[in-house]
């Protein structure tokens, strides 16, 4: 099979398309045929060096695709030869075929075109982990949404508002924040010319903080937060390392929680995959959330994908059609 892997670590040019052996699957797992994979964030790390697969998981980039089952291991049950599925994976995404645990299978929801189900796992995963099944985002709470116009923000906005949430959210161009409204927020903020912290906390204060920017953010999002507050990092665009004011915190009664999707067990996926698959799917299929696909690439084209990441010009998701 074609795969995608980075012999050096380094830009978009050390993306490299090979020849591996077809992946068997194990006894309790799946081969793919892959149809399309998409980008993430952590690819892009990944790329440059700085974010390793887990032991054990292949060197090939992508953690999400979609496609028909190929094969399917002794213990498996419920699954068949030729189902179309989309799979959260620790990687090996970007690659015509993909092992990966059945517990990691989700189907394709009603009404989703197979090549765009690739777009679907990592955000709704994401999303629904670290905003409901952490945060426990009631109806009626305020979300705070930063880079509501990339894939997980374009999902959180979405799923957060059909579950009843006021949305706000922060992008940097009038065509982000334009395209934020369209999908649920009730008032998007130029972090380019607006203080996220005043306008939040003018509408009463977030109940709860989506970020991925990490060091850079944290202590105005503690600014930001509402009595009982929880502040959920799961990304480090703005740094790793950063000091906050812990009496602010407390006062507020808040929390920070940093996690990962990638970096979970098997079985604590297969457990959100389930989760999702019963609270989000039925919102996907009824059209109230839907993938936001900002652009699509051929696997010969995964350079010119990466590039596109990384300008940060683009909105929604980024598909590798293979």
Not at 68 to 91: H, N, Q
Not at 237 to 265: C, N, P
Request: aromatic share 4%; proline share 6%; hydrophobic share 45%.
């Amino acid at each position: 099979m074609r795969a995608v892997t980075v012999p050096t670590p380094g830009g978009p040019e050390a993306l490299t398309i090979s020849d591996l052996p077809d992946p068997a699957p194990d006894a309790g797992g799946v081969v793919i045929d892959i149809v399309a994979a998409a980008l993430n964030r952590a690819d892009v790390l990944q790329r440059r060096g700085f974010y390793p697969p887990p032991p054990g998981a292949t060197d090939v980039l992508g953690l999400e695709c979609s496609g028909t089952i190929r094969s399917v291991g002794a213990d498996v049950e419920g699954w068949a030869v030729g189902d179309e599925v989309c799979a959260l994976l620790p990687g090996g995404g970007y690659a015509e075929q993909v092992a990966v645990p059945a517990g990691q299978l989700m189907p394709v929801p009603d009404g989703v075109p197979l090549a765009v189900a690739a777009a679907l796992p990592e955000v709704a995963c994401t999303v629904w982990s670290n905003v409901f099944m952490v945060a426990h985002l009631q109806p009626g709470e305020t979300l705070l949404v930063h880079g509501g116009a990339g894939g997980v923000g374009t999902f959180a906005i979405q799923l957060a508002a059909a579950l009843g949430a006021r949305v706000f959210t922060t992008a940097g161009s009038e065509e982000k924040l334009e395209l934020c409204r369209k999908l649920g927020a009730e008032r998007a903020i130029s972090y380019r010319d607006e203080d996220f912290v005043e306008v939040v906390r003018d509408a009463g204060g977030a109940d709860v903080i989506l970020d991925n920017m990490g060091a850079r953010y944290l202590n105005r999002n503690v600014d930001a937060l509402a009595i009982e507050g929880r502040l959920m990092v799961i990304g480090m665009q703005g740094g790793t390392k950063g000091e906050f004011d812990i009496g602010a915190l407390m006062r507020k009664r808040g929390a920070v929680v940093a996690a990962t999707l990638r970096a979970r067990s098997p079985a604590e996926q297969a457990v959100i995959c389930r989760a999702v698959e019963e609270h989000v799917w039925p919102l996907v299929a009824a059209g109230q959330v839907r993938p936001i696909v900002g652009a699509e690439f051929s696997l010969d084209d995964v350079a010119e994908a990466h590039a596109l990441m990384d300008a940060g010009s683009h909105t929604g998701k980024i598909v590798l059609r293979t």
